[in-house]
């Protein structure tokens, strides 16, 4: 990513959950479970635990302008409880605390409803008598969720209703009394993974690295689909996962943490991997390309560290992320303020820029709104060249089953605004979106050089998707990739 688009990005987060239940106090690993998550939100954070003299605690905090261990590390000093769920949420307020006919429960979820006002409309038909708005106008997803679970006779019937329910996607986090039940997403598209502590206690999280160092280990991952219930002394299936899975791409390729594995494939090894198969391409066009590659921080230094081995040209680093005071992403709304505290957040090394040929690794194009502005500040500080080698294909459809981008329109998408003004129409037959989307047919190269144009780049090639899925190393039938050829 670059210096503006770092920031940018990081609101594309889809949210994280993590859960523990112990016969000791869990609220310690509850907490730094969670926060273990914050590069998946930015925005809201909470907290719930249960015990059996305590009862339910919650606390939940606005993250926005400040790190989810600061904002709860106080507050979990006085919480105990031998049952816990936390979550990083980009947009609603939750986990929720929910009263009904299965009794009080929280609940977390992660994912995306599309059908939120048939769902409403629908609710309101069957019993349900209102819900709370949050502060834009908007129904509370997690609360949508628990309405939906409620309209069954048991937890479980309920978890698998909202499922079938919800046109997008939803994994969850329900938490009784008596234990918690987790639920990946209908066809997988965010992970779930139980891990086992030997001294007692198991516990679930999004992101499997989360709990190595709280000296957990891996059990297994959810099947798509597939509901778990959890208590200090085990765990059990009680909903048996579906075949047909489809995981998002793009935890392999951006917004997952390097640390972590999906599907038996790590992160780093998948972007390394990436990276690598983007050198063979450039290998194959016989250029001697650039005195250096470089990953832009941080999801780009993986495939950029494979692209420099395989190539035979140093890695270097000509930004440096300021940590100690930018550890996390922060994006206001105002886009001078944005371009602003982009600028100060990666720090140019220039010697390593004075009259060099470079290859920047990001990990996508989205908008590209700033890419050109990125470009001329390089080229402002003596960059003689400037060759870009985006990790995926190029971005032609919003998401429509994660929270992973909250673009208003596909008019915001780069790829899609160069392919308006060659076709004089944002929306054009599918099949000519298929030949943009074919990175051997002639339209696509047209397309490519365009935005190469447009964003002032020396050269331009995207990742093909054939050698992305290659670097994955899944059976593509598995992978979501609708965001590259809107195939569902």
């Known amino acids: ?48 635990t249960y015990g059996r003299e305590e009862g339910f605690d919650r606390s939940i905090h606005n993250i926005e302008h400040a790190s989810f261990r600061s904002k709860f590390e106080g507050e979990v000093a006085h919480m105990s409880g031998h049952l816990g769920i936390g979550c990083i949420s980009d947009y609603e307020p939750q986990p929720l605390l929910v009263r009904s006919h299965h009794g009080t429960y929280a609940i977390s979820t992660v994912g995306k409803i599309n059908n939120v006002s048939a769902l409403t409309d629908f609710l309101f038909q069957n019993g349900n008598s209102h819900f709370l708005e949050m502060s834009g106008g908007e129904v509370n997803a997690t609360e949508l969720a628990a309405a939906l679970i409620n309209q069954r006779s048991s937890l479980v019937e309920g978890i698998r209703y909202a499922q079938t329910k919800i046109d997008g996607s939803l994994s969850l986090l329900v938490m009784t009394p008596n234990g918690i039940y987790g639920a990946r997403d209908r ?15 198991y516990c679930m999280a999004l992101e499997s690295f989360s709990f190595y160092n709280l000296e957990y280990e891996r059990v297994r991952e959810l099947g798509p689909g597939e509901i778990v219930y959890m208590t200090p002394d085990g765990w059990e299936t009680v909903a048996s996962p579906f075949e047909e899975m ?40 016989g250029s001697d390309l650039a005195d250096y590659a470089a990953g832009i921080p941080d999801s780009g230094i993986a495939h950029a560290i494979g692209y420099a081995n395989e190539y035979g040209i140093p890695y270097q680093r000509p930004f440096v992320k300021y940590t100690p005071t930018w550890a ?67 971005i032609m459809y919003g998401c429509k089953y994660l ?70 190393g899944i059976d593509p039938c598995r992978l979501c990739t609708y965001c590259w050829n809107g195939k569902e």
């Open 328 to 394: 996390r992403s922060f994006m206001p709304t105002i886009q001078s303020r944005r371009n602003l505290i982009a600028r100060m957040k990666l720090i140019p090394v220039h010697q390593l820029i004075d009259g060099k040929r470079m290859v920047l690794i990001d990990d996508s194009i989205v908008r590209g709104t700033q890419l050109r502005a990125t470009t001329e500040y390089l080229y402002e500080n003596g960059a003689k060249e400037v060759h870009v080698r985006p990790a995926c294909p190029p």
């Open 403 to 472: 929270n992973f981008s909250r673009s208003r329109s596909e008019s915001e998408l780069i790829a899609r605004r160069v392919i308006e003004n060659r076709e004089g129409n944002l929306f054009p037959p599918s099949e000519i979106l298929e030949e943009y989307a074919d990175p051997d047919s002639d339209r696509y190269k047209d397309m490519v050089e365009d935005i190469r144009k447009e964003q002032n780049f020396t050269s331009l090639h995207y990742h093909r998707l054939d050698d992305m899925l290659d670097s994955i």
């Open 1 to 48: 990513m670059n210096y503006v688009n770092f920031i940018e990005k990081r609101r594309k987060a889809v949210g994280g959950f993590f859960a523990a239940a112990s016969h000791r106090d869990c609220v310690f690993d509850t907490f730094y479970g969670t926060d273990y998550h914050s590069h998946l939100g930015t925005r809201r954070a909470g907290i719930v």
């Open 187 to 201: 066809y997988g598209r965010t992970p779930l993974v139980i891990g086992h502590r030997d001294d007692g206690g």
């Open 246 to 285: 489809k995981i998002c791409t793009f935890l392999w390729i951006y917004y997952g943490f390097p640390a972590s594995g999906y599907e038996g494939h790590d992160v780093e090894t998948v972007r390394y991997e990436c990276g690598r198969r983007l050198a063979m391409r450039d290998k194959e066009r």
